[in-house]
């Protein structure tokens, strides 16, 4: 069964810093793998999708790279701003394939 | 833009009502998701469906159940609430064929 692990659950950063959120994965099977953002009280908002062909994606100041045969992912976020300021979220494909796994979030804070 | 909505942003039930979430998708999408999102907990799939009235369970569909009767529409169907089922619901959609979930803005429940 497919598990999503997220490291850190906070963090907290000056505005500036470059900084990475991590996700981990069990079943390495995947065919992709996605981030999200979420606001508080809102709902998600799709930021990168990682083909399993693929080894990283890029949007703007966001880099995501996925590592399949280490079931890892890493989100880089350069030159942090406050408006980075909410949870970023990771999702995995279940092992049968029929719908995502979700990690817990990491709650990022940038201060100004 | 995909645009995935739901039925209302906050809502406040008694237990033991029976209460109704809605969740309307326009891109003609064939999948469609219902989660829950507990602090800690991340998300947690409670139905899905692939096709109308098509429906399949997910990680926790004790005290729900669902209803896809149109394509675009997927309700989320509380038959006697109870207090551990306030929570945040969120509702996605995606295509048969593509990646991404597309997420409406979320409802959050209370039961008292």
């Known amino acids: 069964k497919q598990e999503v692990t997220q490291i850190p659950a906070a963090l907290s950063v000056p505005e500036g810093e470059n900084l990475v959120l991590n996700c981990s994965f069990t079943d390495s099977a995947i065919y992709n793998l996605q981030w999200f953002r979420q606001d508080p009280g809102k709902g998600l908002t799709s930021l990168l999708l990682i083909q399993s062909s693929q080894r990283e994606q890029t949007s703007g100041r966001l880099n995501a790279s996925l590592d399949k045969s280490s079931g890892r992912s890493t989100l880089y976020i350069a030159a942090s701003q406050p408006g980075d300021s909410a949870t970023y979220l990771c999702a995995a494909p279940s092992s049968n394939n029929n719908d995502m796994r979700f990690g817990a979030g990491t709650r990022l804070t940038v201060k100004p | 833009d995909v645009k995935v909505t739901q039925s209302s942003r906050y809502l406040v039930k008694r237990t033991g009502e029976k209460v109704f979430l809605e969740c309307v998708q326009d891109?003609?999408?064939?999948?469609m998701f219902w989660y829950r999102q507990d602090p800690g907990l991340g998300l947690r799939l409670i139905y899905f469906?692939?096709?109308?009235?098509?429906?399949e369970k997910g990680d926790i569909p004790e005290g729900y159940s669902v209803s896809r009767e149109k394509k675009e529409r997927f309700s989320l169907i509380l038959e006697s609430a109870s207090t551990n089922q306030t929570s945040m619901y969120l509702c996605a959609s995606s295509d048969r064929e593509a990646d991404t979930q597309y997420f409406g803005p979320g409802t959050r429940l209370t039961v008292l």
């Open positions: 891109m003609d999408h064939e999948n």
């Open positions: 469906s692939y096709d109308v009235k098509m429906k």
